[in-house]
C-alpha cells in the first residue's frame, strides 16, 4: 500500500497548459476521484502520475520517494481505461495472466493469482472466453481483474465505468467501491461525472483548467463549494444564481421551496416566482421559472419532493424562500464563496 503525491506537478504542451502546478497528497487506502469538465487535465495528470506521461516540471512521489522521470514500471501502479484495452486474440485467463507472464512469475502461482482475481469479480466462468464474446459489463470486469493481479501499489482508473449502460454503471459503481474497501489499494479515479464521483470518492479533487479548485470530502464540496465554479459544476440541476448587492447568491434546487412549507419560525430569504413548467420525476418535482420583481428575471429551479404536499401550477405567481443558512454568495468578480472565507455556512 502506498501514498501517492504530486509536487508542483506540470504538463505544458506548446501554448496549453494541461496541468498547472498541482499539489495533491494521495493517503494510503485512500479513493480519491478527481473530477472535472473534459479538457481539466485529468487525465493528463493521471498518465503523469501513472509515468505514461513526462511531466514539464514538478514530481510525482510514491510512498515518499520521488519517481518522476522513471519508467511506468518503476511506478508499479495499475491503469485501467475507458477502452478496457484488452488484447483481443487471447482468452480472458490471458488477457488477467498476461502483465504476470511479463514479470516472468512462475505458471502454478500465475494460475493461482489468475483464479483468484477473476473469482474476484465472479468472471471464473468466463476464463476461456475471447473478449468479443464478453458484455460491456464482463469486459470492465476484466480489466479490473488485470489490473489488481499484478499487486499495484495504486489503481489508477480513467473514466472505466463510461462504456456501461445505466443500470449496470450503478451496480458496477458498487462492486468497484467494495472492492476497493477490500483490498485497501490506494486508488484514483478519474470521473466528469459528479454523481459518480460523490457517490465513490472518500474525497474529490475538483478540476479546471489544469488546477484543483477544491479537494474535500463529497458533503464539503456539495454543502461548502469554495467558488462559483465548484457551485455550480456539482449537484444536478445546478445551484440558481442570483445578482443581488453587488455579489452573487446561490441556491440549491432543493433549498428552493415554496414558502408555505417553512415554519413560521425559520429565517428566510423570499423570492416571488413566476412558474413557467413544472416536470414530475416521480421522487421529486422540478419547478422551473422566472424570479419576479422587486428581484431580477433570472431564471430559477425548485426541487419539491413529492412528499411536501403543495401544487404550484405553470402560468401562476407564487412565493418561494429559502433559509438563509442554505444561502451561498459570491464575489461577482472572482467568484470566490464568500460564505466559506467568512465562515458563515
Ligand atoms: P481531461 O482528461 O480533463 O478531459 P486532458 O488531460 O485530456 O483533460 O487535457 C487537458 C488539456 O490538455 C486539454 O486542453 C487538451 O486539449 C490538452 N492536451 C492533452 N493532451 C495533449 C497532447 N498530447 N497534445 C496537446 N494538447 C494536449
Known amino acids: 500500500m502506498a501514498t501517492v503525491e504530486t509536487r508542483s506537478l506540470t504538463k505544458r504542451y506548446d501554448s496549453t497548459t494541461a496541468v498547472d502546478a498541482i499539489d495533491l497528497a494521495v493517503r494510503e487506502h485512500e479513493f480519491l476521484v478527481l473530477l472535472g469538465p473534459s479538457g481539466s487535465g485529468k487525465t493528463t495528470l493521471l498518465r503523469m502520475i501513472a509515468g505514461l506521461e513526462t511531466p514539464t516540471s514538478g514530481d510525482v512521489l510514491v510512498s515518499g520517494r520521488i519517481v518522476t522521470g522513471l519508467p511506468p514500471r518503476a511506478h508499479n501502479m495499475a491503469m485501467v481505461f475507458q477502452s478496457y484495452a484488452l488484447y483481443p486474440h487471447l482468452t480472458v485467463a490471458g488477457n488477467i495472466a498476461f502483465p504476470l507472464q511479463a514479470q516472468h512469475m512462475a505458471r502454478d502461482k ?17 476464463l476461456a472466453r475471447k473478449p468479443r464474446q464478453l458484455s460491456g459489463g464482463e469486459r470492465q470486469r476484466v480489466a479490473l481483474a488485470r489490473a489488481v493481479v499484478r499487486d499495484p501499489v495504486a489503481f489508477l482508473l480513467d473514466e472505466p465505468l463510461s462504456n456501461l449502460d ?36 472518500d474525497r474529490v479533487a475538483v478540476l479546471d483548467h489544469g488546477g484543483i479548485r477544491q479537494l474535500d470530502t463529497p458533503q464539503r464540496v456539495y454543502a461548502h ?21 453587488g455579489m452573487e447568491i446561490g441556491f440549491r434546487p432543493e433549498h428552493f421551496l415554496p414558502d408555505d412549507v417553512f415554519t413560521a419560525d425559520a429565517s428566510l430569504e423570499r423570492f416571488p416566482l413566476d412558474i413557467t413548467r413544472i416536470e414530475n420525476l416521480g421522487a421529486d418535482r422540478l419547478v422551473y421559472g422566472v424570479l419576479a420583481p422587486p428581484q431580477p428575471p433570472v431564471k430559477v429551479i425548485s426541487r419539491i419532493p413529492c412528499t411536501v404536499n403543495v401544487s404550484p401550477q405553470p402560468g401562476t405567481r407564487h412565493m418561494f424562500a429559502v433559509r438563509r443558512a442554505d444561502l451561498h454568495h459570491f464575489d461577482t468578480s472572482s467568484g470566490t464563496s464568500l460564505s466559506v472565507a467568512e465562515g458563515v455556512t
Open 225 to 245: 463549494p469554495v467558488d462559483r465554479f465548484v457551485a455550480t459544476f456539482i449537484g444536478s440541476p445546478p445551484m440558481n444564481l442570483v445578482a443581488s448587492d
Open 166 to 201: 445505466a443500470k449496470l454503471r450503478a451496480s458496477a459503481r458498487e462492486e468497484l467501491q467494495q472492492l476497493q474497501r477490500r483490498l485497501g489499494t490506494t486508488t484514483i479515479y478519474v470521473t466528469h461525472d459528479q454523481v459518480e464521483a460523490l457517490a465513490l470518492g
Open 110 to 126: 500465475i494460475d493461482s493469482k489468475v483464479e483468484w482475481a477473476a473469482s474476484l469479480f465472479g468472471i471464473g466462468h468466463l
